[in-house]
């Protein structure tokens, strides 16, 4: 079994939907939980990280983190056709600078 | 600043030849990072290196080499390149130190294709 667990996708939403991306994890140590965007042909890049349990917004983007179910989500208001991208979530402990990564869910938002 | 940079952005390589993976960096960090990325698999890292001078194996390190040659530069080597090692190759980096989140910038990747 993964220590991080991504729906790989691929998710296609109509413009303007609300979408939620999830990940599962297994490591109870796990602290630190983010969330990268990845254009196509691109490298990832950092979109929102939170720190323990919690909600964190920015914007149309939402984080939120359930460390009781080991579960952790990013949801996204009002969905643009530039929000097409593959989304990864990424996980450490405190101890480490090394993130685990899930496989990451393909979004496409169509017009 | 260019941030992260990698070269070349693409390789054909045939089994058997060798070849290096250059990266730098212009943020000063002191951490950088290796990793791979295949269909189905997500990303996974292959070598660490949280300073000038340090490395440390990842999740998938067989069949790599690594060099910290100075802060700004971490290379990674092919010795004898096979199929299984097609792939695009990230070359991240962070500010390091184990203290609080640290976030990972990357850079463009490199496609490797192997014959």
């Known amino acids: 079994q993964k220590e991080v667990e991504q729906d790989p996708g691929p998710l296609s939403v109509p413009e303007g939907a609300i979408v939620s991306l999830n990940c599962t994890y297994s490591?109870?140590?796990?602290?630190?939980f983010m969330w990268y965007r990845q254009y196509s042909r691109k490298g990832p890049e950092l979109l929102m990280y939170t720190y323990s349990s919690g909600n964190k917004e920015d914007g149309r983007f939402t984080a939120q983190v359930d460390k009781s179910s080991k579960y952790i989500s990013l949801f996204i208001r009002d969905s643009q056709p530039s929000d097409s991208a593959t989304y990864l979530c990424a996980m450490s402990s405190l101890d480490t600078d090394k993130l685990i990564f899930g496989t990451g869910t393909r979004l496409q938002v169509f017009p | 600043n260019a941030g992260v940079t990698q070269t070349p952005k693409f390789q054909v390589l045939k089994t058997g030849q060798s070849m290096t993976l250059q990266c730098a960096q212009d943020m000063n960090h002191n951490s950088m990072y290796w990793y791979r990325q295949d269909p189905g698999m997500g990303l996974r890292l292959i070598y660490y290196s949280a300073s000038e001078g340090t490395t440390d194996k990842g999740e998938v390190p067989n069949g790599y080499n690594v060099s910290r040659l100075n802060k700004r530069e971490f290379s990674l080597r092919l010795e004898s390149a096979a199929p299984s090692q097609t792939s695009v190759y990230f070359c991240a980096s962070s500010e390091g130190g184990g203290q609080g989140i640290m976030t990972q910038y990357f850079g463009p990747g490199t496609r490797l294709l192997v014959l």
């Open positions: 490591n109870s140590a796990f602290q630190y």
